[in-house]
């Protein structure tokens, strides 16, 4: 829906301003609380999120938010957000890894089943012609997955406070080789929602 569209003017937020200072970005970002967005009704052509409904303490108010600060007709996307209640863990190592990421994203403060929430809550902020889908995965049989060591960098780093480094490198070791052999699935849905913003009351 965006695809035929030129977008030059880009306005990016973050709630800490740490995190700013580190991007690399060709646009400018403004530190904010996505519950209270400090920009005017109508603000934007669009407005999009990513892995941020999971985070967020009231998923609802700052789809409102989004909606508010975005043009009638417009569209409001949340472009991944997982469902970790859904994950898929083979072999055992791994369901053993999986188990343990889980918990600890939810001792975290992150809704771990967000992803199945996304239609209810996209429909329940007032927008249209919802739409909501899952994220396709492929595995062939008998090579690596080329997406391990992002997926076990950001296990790490879940992982980090709940278990001894020396224990996560063994089930590195484990889960890895169980990858190389074509063995291994290793799977977190992740959906996707967009909505329209309505151009008018009876819309």
């Not at 740490?18 to 967005?37: I, R």
């Not at 997926?151 to 020396?166: E, G, N």
Request: with cysteine; charged share 20%; hydrophobic share 40%.
């Amino acid at each position: 829906m965006l695809g035929n569209d030129s977008y030059r003017h880009l306005t990016g937020i973050d709630l800490d301003f740490k995190t700013l200072l580190s991007y690399e970005f060709p646009h400018p970002f403004v530190c904010a609380d996505g519950l209270h967005l400090p920009f005017q009704d109508a603000s934007f052509a669009h407005n999009l999120c990513h892995f941020y409904l999971m985070w967020v303490s009231d998923p609802l108010t700052a789809l409102r938010e989004m909606a508010r600060v975005t043009a009638p007709g417009g569209w409001v996307l949340a472009l991944a957000e997982p469902d970790y209640g859904g994950r898929i863990d083979h072999p055992h190592v791994l369901q053993r890894l999986g188990k343990m990421q889980t918990q600890a994203l939810h001792s975290h403060g992150a809704d771990v089943h967000m992803g199945r929430r996304l239609l209810s809550l996209f429909r329940d902020c007032g927008l249209k012609d919802v739409n909501v889908g899952i994220i396709s995965a492929q595995w062939k049989p008998g090579t690596k997955n080329d997406s391990f060591v992002n997926d076990w960098q950001v296990l790490t780093r879940d992982l980090a406070d709940v278990m001894p480094a020396h224990d996560l490198e063994v089930l590195r070791t484990r889960a890895e080789a169980s990858t190389s052999k074509g063995d291994a699935i290793w799977f977190v849905p992740i959906f996707y929602a967009y909505g329209r913003v309505p151009t008018h009351e009876s819309d």
